[in-house]
C-alpha cells in the first residue's frame, strides 16, 4: 500500500507533535509515581479513622479517613 509522501512543513509539525507528546508522557509518568508514593506515606501515617482540618501553604483541608485507611482531601474556606 503506497502512502502519499508529505511536504516538510506536515512532516515538522508531526515532528514537533511527537516530541510534546513524549515529552508530556514522561512527565505524567513521573507525576504518577510521585501521586502514588504521597498517596502512600499519607495512608501510613493515618492510623485510624478520623476527621480533621489541615492547614497547608495557608490554605484548609478537611483530611477524612476510613479504618481501610482510604482518605478523602477536600480544600474548604476557612473564615
Known amino acids: 500500500m503506497s502512502h502519499p509522501s508529505m511536504d516538510i512543513d506536515t512532516r515538522v509539525a ?3 507533535a511527537i516530541g510534546r507528546y513524549l515529552r508530556a508522557m514522561a512527565k505524567f509518568e513521573t ?3 510521585e501521586f502514588n ?3 502512600s506515606m499519607l ?12 492547614r497547608v501553604d ?4 478537611l483530611v477524612t479517613s476510613d479504618e481501610d485507611r482510604n482518605f478523602e482531601v ?6
Open 37 to 39: 508514593e504521597a498517596c
Open 74 to 79: 477536600e480544600e474548604i474556606e476557612f473564615v
Open 14 to 16: 508531526i515532528s514537533l
Open 58 to 61: 495557608s490554605r484548609h483541608y
Open 31 to 33: 507525576a504518577t509515581i
Open 43 to 54: 495512608r501510613n501515617r493515618l492510623s485510624k479513622p478520623s476527621r480533621f482540618v489541615a
